[in-house]
């Protein structure tokens, strides 16, 4: 069964992870994205679980069913990070259990965790982003709005979904800052720079009106039918910018936010502004960018030190 499936499940199965998203959104704020994807992780260990045992259900899991499931999930060829993924949603499923007295105890606590190498966040160069950032028709209020978006993305390194989801309060135009309430519902101030806020601004003039359907509507990147536009919407705008810039590699708008913190660091900031910048709670989070700066360094010594 491939991810994308939706198992068929008890109905007790199904009101306990029902319950489970709801505490997760009411006490962790999460995304509608992020409770979609414990939903299907959830749903597809209850599924297997019939499968493999009709007598079988949530709460009559232990240790084993587990590390049978991860098993299963290996042998049909899963890759490890969604592997990863799915046996996060169940410790966070059955510690919640445990919580609310459904378990006495959490089947998930002593398996491993599924080992993960860290790759390398894919970049584009400096070059490559102008190109990209070039790539609208400006004499279309769309090309011009997907500019203003590029704009955005690069230069304040938001995620696709803060993007998409902004509203008009959101933006600061007198102090050049944008307002975002990231994972978790943790707020954070960033600053557009002058350059994307003279874009955003001739966009706002001469592209969002056009664009509207509703004059008082808050969208403030509206689709072709004047809503929020979707993430797989912009995803699909970015890849024909890709091909008309004449970019080889593949680009998709989290590539401009990895862009946004490695040419911020290879620049000479501060590790701990850049974690602030993207909204990261943990800063090894943000470490991982320091494997792109030191690369950068390496080649900087190579190419000027008489010794390099």
């Known amino acids: 069964m491939s991810e994308e499936q939706v198992a068929t499940i008890s109905n007790h199965d199904e009101m306990l992870i029902q319950q489970f998203l709801d505490a997760c959104w009411l006490e962790k704020g999460l995304s509608q994205h992020s409770l979609d994807a414990y939903r299907r992780d959830l749903f597809a260990f209850a599924g297997w679980l019939m499968a493999s045992n009709s007598n079988s259900n949530l709460l009559k899991v232990d240790e084993f069913a587990v590390q049978a499931y991860l098993s299963h999930r290996q042998s049909s060829g899963f890759n490890r990070r969604s592997t990863a993924r799915s046996l996060s949603a169940l410790r966070g499923f059955y510690r919640y259990l445990v919580k609310v007295n459904q378990l006495a105890e959490d089947p998930t606590a002593k398996v491993e965790q599924v080992k993960l190498g860290k790759p390398l966040p894919k970049s584009i160069s400096e070059k490559e982003v102008?190109?990209?950032l070039e790539a609208p028709d400006?004499?279309?209020?769309?090309?011009?709005?997907?500019?203003?978006?590029?704009?955005?993305?690069?230069?304040?390194?938001?995620?696709?979904?803060?993007?998409?989801?902004?509203?008009?309060?959101?933006?600061?135009v007198r102090q050049g800052v944008i307002r975002l309430m990231g994972k978790g519902q943790k707020e954070r101030l960033v600053p557009m720079g002058e350059e994307a806020l003279n874009w955003f601004l001739r966009y706002l003039k001469e592209a969002r009106p056009i664009l509207l359907k509703q004059p008082d509507s808050q969208v403030l990147f509206p689709s072709v039918r004047g809503s929020f536009m979707t993430r797989q919407t912009f995803w699909h705008r970015i890849k024909l910018y890709v091909v008309a810039a004449g970019i080889k590699q593949s680009v998709s708008p989290h590539t401009l936010r990895h862009a946004f913190a490695t040419h911020l660091l290879n620049h000479?900031?501060?590790?701990?502004v850049v974690q602030l910048l993207l909204g990261h709670s943990d800063l090894s989070t943000t470490q991982i960018y320091t494997h792109i700066a030191k690369q950068r360094l390496q080649s900087l010594h190579q190419e000027h030190h008489p010794r390099g």
């Open 130 to 132: 102008e190109a990209l």
């Open 268 to 272: 000479g900031a501060d590790l701990r």
């Open 138 to 172: 400006l004499e279309d209020p769309i090309g011009l709005r997907d500019r203003a978006m590029l704009e955005l993305l690069y230069a304040c390194g938001l995620r696709v979904s803060e993007l998409v989801g902004l509203e008009t309060h959101q933006v600061n």
